[in-house]
């Protein structure tokens, strides 16, 4: 009868190699999702951080031409893209309209030049009155 660590030691292996084959296959999954997004006028990020916009992707010595700037066109290897840029949608209703005060022509609730807002804390971590230095 085998011992309960050789059971064990089975058990964690199986799990490990389970792991692994889930893990390519998502992979894959992921890589073939880049694929069919890659095409030309995408906008792309390279793995070094380049951005840019697909020209062109030539399939049998897998190149991409890439327009980093009007006019600039460089050939880079298409594995190097590492994700298609989505444009992303600013909604209007995020950032609340700060209101002038009419009086001084600052925004209400921001502290004036030189002035600490009120709450700040000082270096100590003790909170200052207005006008202390």
Known sequence: MPDITT???????????????R???KRKADLEALQSKMVAGAEVMTNFGMYGTIVSIDEAENK???????????????????????????????APVAELNQDSGTVM??????????GEDGIDGSTRAKGDA
């Open 109 to 118: 609730g921001e502290p004036e030049f030189g002035q600490r807002a009120a």
């Open 23 to 25: 893990n390519g296959r």
């Open 64 to 94: 991409v031409a890439l327009e980093i700037a009007p006019g600039t066109v460089v050939n880079i290897h298409r594995q190097t893209i590492a994700r298609v840029v989505e444009p992303t949608v600013a909604e209007a209703d995020e």
């Open 7 to 21: 059971i064990l030691m089975l058990a964690v292996l199986a799990v490990l190699v389970f792991f692994m084959f």
